[in-house]
């Protein structure tokens, strides 16, 4: 099952077992899809719709923190709950460990020796690692490695 599909599918799941705030958070996610289904005039693929779904894990997470700053804990909360649907559709994340693994032998196998390949460094990286970890941990661990 295409995870567009497993979305529609939960969708219909919650809306019959009444969960109002999972309905609202999947149907903002439904739309974010259906918007780059129309711009882009496609069909998009299953790692297409990750990297649409690790945009509103990072937006939900700022406005948490910002909301947090504020003292508005009751709208952190619901920023909160929206993530914890929205992780549930990301796949397994990867250990730190993996994550230094895979960019060491990023920059083995490029030739990467020193902070101005970065973006080439980030470039590979974000193609293998995609939708599996935090692209901030994955640069911070770049810049740490090839420094």
């Excluded at 299953?46 to 504020?70: C, F, P, T, W």
Aim: glycine residues 6%.
């Amino acid at each position: 099952m295409s995870l567009k599909a497993q979305v529609m599918a939960d969708m219909k799941t919650a809306m019959k077992a009444k969960e109002k705030a999972k309905v609202g958070t999947l149907r903002m996610f439904t739309a974010a899809i259906k918007q780059v289904e129309v711009d882009e005039r496609k069909e998009l693929s299953d790692q297409e719709i990750l990297s649409i779904v690790g945009k509103m894990i990072k937006q939900r997470k700022d406005a948490a923190v910002q909301y947090n700053e504020a003292g508005r804990e009751d709208l952190e909360a619901v920023e909160l709950s929206e993530i914890a649907v929205l992780e549930t559709y990301l796949p397994e994340q990867l250990s730190q460990q993996a994550i230094n693994d895979i960019i060491q032998a990023i920059i083995t196998e490029s030739g990467a020796n020193g902070m101005q390949d970065m973006g080439k460094v980030m470039g590979l990286a974000k193609a293998q690692i995609a939708g599996q970890a935090d692209m901030a941990v994955v640069s911070q661990t770049v810049k740490a490695l090839l420094s």
